[in-house]
Structures are given as structure tokens and as C-alpha cells.
């Protein structure tokens, strides 16, 4: 298990790959269901890391 600074550490980094996910499309409102797809995808890039 990771200390508290390294489990920040990775709590910043999704946020951060989020935050690029949702500015870098060109669509402005997402519905809730393109939301939760759009975490499952990620989720599972981070499995394969």
C-alpha cells in the first residue's frame, strides 16, 4: 500500500486525465450515460497500465 502523498499523487492524475478527456472534445454537454462511459474508459486504460 502507497503513502497518503502517493495516493494524492494518483487521485490528481485522474482528475487531470479527466479534465483532458472533457476539454480537448469539441462537444460542450455531456449526458450523464457519455459521463459514466467515459470514466469506464479510462478505468480500464488504467487496468492495462
Not at 497518503?4 to 450515460?33: H, M, P, V, W
Not at 459514466?36 to 492495462?48: G, H, I
Request: aromatic content about 6%; charged content about 40%.
Amino acid at each position: 500500500m502507497g503513502t497518503e502523498k502517493e495516493r494524492r499523487d494518483t487521485q490528481k492524475a485522474l482528475l487531470y486525465d479527466l479534465r483532458l478527456i472533457f476539454s480537448t472534445g469539441e462537444q460542450e454537454n455531456f449526458s450523464r450515460q457519455e459521463i459514466l462511459e467515459l470514466l469506464d474508459r479510462l478505468a480500464l486504460a488504467k487496468d492495462q497500465d
